[in-house]
């Protein structure tokens, strides 16, 4: 982690030397570049920056070079506050994050005060888009759309058996549970636990306890992939074997270098892998050059920049409002596909799948028809 964390500052510090020059649209981007969500910084970090570089290298935006100024909220909601404030006062056109939903609310007020357009390519909670802001737009699905894919599993496979969903506690964590339970309830299906623990704890022997008192034989965890690799240890530890399943925050190979072996088997809902898109395959390669896994959100981030440049390149202005409303109005070709929105600044289509991960340490995408 600490070499991670060197990584980050490098390149963050490279991303920001000297002064922009007088031509330069400075934008912003925020999200976990430190704390234990850091991985997920990372791959904010390698994919705005590329989008960045493929920007420029075919002449900018409006005629203009792009260039970065990077704000770290550690997946704090009073950080997020505070370097949204930041960010805000410097009067950006747009800023690509923030990762958690606790971070990307409260940020987006702040954004919305001071007339900055943002657009989150991770944070699923519905609220973020719920608010009626002028200014909220995600790359992402949301987890009212992803617990239902999970609920019904559980309700297909695991009917008549016993099923723990587990949070914690976090906006992201409790709102896909909460998703997951109602739409689990809504098959007829009622689950044996409904268990919170504390982000950051490391000793999970209680909980772990009750799950084995009460013979479960699923686990659904909202949750990020710390938390839900050390349960799953634990779990094993203690002779527990039930399925592990979890949503969009454990698509990160971090997530096998906590569970080790243990992680075979474990199930996650995600969007189609975009790493496999034929809009992807000369950015994959560009990444794979660099012997980086553009893996989890690095090519969502790299198609919100998509599609903000493109927006203002038809709008032929950086007026946040007008080209929040030439997002909303348009159809836009990025990485990952043809992205259109909703008045709200959801996106109008995404199919979650699941995938599961492999006794080599590898996820990948189950066949159609396989689950």
């Not at 987890?143 to 695991?158: N, R």
């Not at 009460?214 to 203690?238: K, P, S």
């Amino acid at each position: 982690m600490q070499k991670l964390l060197s990584v980050l500052a490098l390149g963050a510090g490279l991303g920001l030397a000297g002064p922009a020059a007088a031509q330069d649209i400075v934008i912003g981007y925020a999200g976990p570049m430190t704390g234990q969500y850091a991985t997920f910084g990372l791959q904010f970090k390698n994919g705005i920056e590329q989008a960045v570089a493929d920007i420029n290298a075919a002449g900018g935006v409006l005629g203009r070079k792009l260039k970065l100024e990077l704000g770290d909220d550690a997946c704090d909601p009073k950080q997020a506050r505070a370097v949204a404030e930041k960010l805000a006062a410097m009067k950006l056109p747009v800023v690509i994050g923030h990762f958690c939903s606790s971070s990307s609310i409260p940020a987006s007020e702040a954004y919305a005060e001071a007339g900055v357009l943002q657009i989150t390519p991770a944070s699923t909670n519905p609220l973020f888009t719920e608010r009626k802001l002028w200014n909220t737009f995600r790359v992402c699905g949301r987890d009212d759309q992803q617990g239902a894919v999970g609920g019904a599993y559980l309700a297909k496979h695991f009917k008549g058996k016993n099923i723990a969903i587990l949070h914690d506690k976090s906006t992201y964590g409790k709102g896909l549970a909460d998703e997951t339970k109602k739409a689990l309830n809504k098959a007829g299906v009622k689950e044996k636990l409904f268990e919170a623990y504390t982000q950051g704890d490391k000793d999970f022997t209680a909980l772990v306890s009750k799950l084995k008192a009460n013979n479960i034989d699923a686990v659904y965890v909202g949750g990020y992939h710390t938390e839900a690799g050390l349960i799953l240890r634990q779990m094993r530890d203690q002779g527990v074997k039930a399925r592990l399943l979890a949503g969009d925050a454990l698509v990160t190979n971090e997530f096998w270098a906590i569970t080790g072996p243990a992680g075979e088997g474990v199930m996650m809902t995600f969007g189609p892998d975009p790493r496999k898109k034929p809009t992807a395959a000369a950015v994959v390669k560009k990444f794979k050059d660099k012997s980086i896994d553009p893996e989890g959100y690095t090519l969502y981030t790299y198609a919100a920049l998509q599609i903000w440049a493109q927006a203002v390149e038809k709008a032929k202005t950086l007026d946040p409002k007008k080209v929040a409303e030439t997002i909303r109005a348009g159809k836009w070709n990025t990485v990952i596909g043809q992205i259109g929105y909703d008045k709200k600044g959801d996106i109008t289509a995404l199919d979650y799948v699941w995938y599961i991960w492999s006794k080599d340490g590898s996820y990948a995408e189950l066949p159609p028809g396989s689950s």
